[in-house]
């Protein structure tokens, strides 16, 4: 917050009730916040620049979602039995420098790949926007 926005004072006044006869009339400036838009000359807000198109498919979520389900699913079905979780603990102690070497190229590509196709959807989905005629 900036120093400015720290010593803005706005006066709230109370509203007149239309049942009171004799209610005070109240500015309509003075109830409006300061960070609102400013209203044209007939008193309406401002109408906004462009029209909103349909609201985007945010693919990284769905997909990075997906991956992640996945993964916790894996997780799950490997520990769900004590067989399972000793054959997880088997692995881990025979963990070698050379699997560790093999291991982390692969999962920095299954990383790579995964961002590869968010990035394609994001694309396609611009490509079809821009296809049928509506703006981002």
Known sequence: MSTDDATRTTTVLPLADPTVPGGADIDAAASVPDNAPAADASGDAPAPAAPLGAPRVRWA?????LVLAGVASAAV??????????G???????VTPGMLVAVAPLTLGGLVLVTGLVGLLRRAQRRSIRRNGQSA
Not at 61 to 65: A, F, K, M, Q
Request: charged share 15%; proline share 5%.
């Open 61 to 65: 979520g769905i997909v990075w979602g």
């Open 77 to 86: 079905w490997m520990t769900s039995s004590p067989a399972g979780v000793d």
């Open 88 to 94: 997880l603990v088997d692995t881990a102690r025979g």
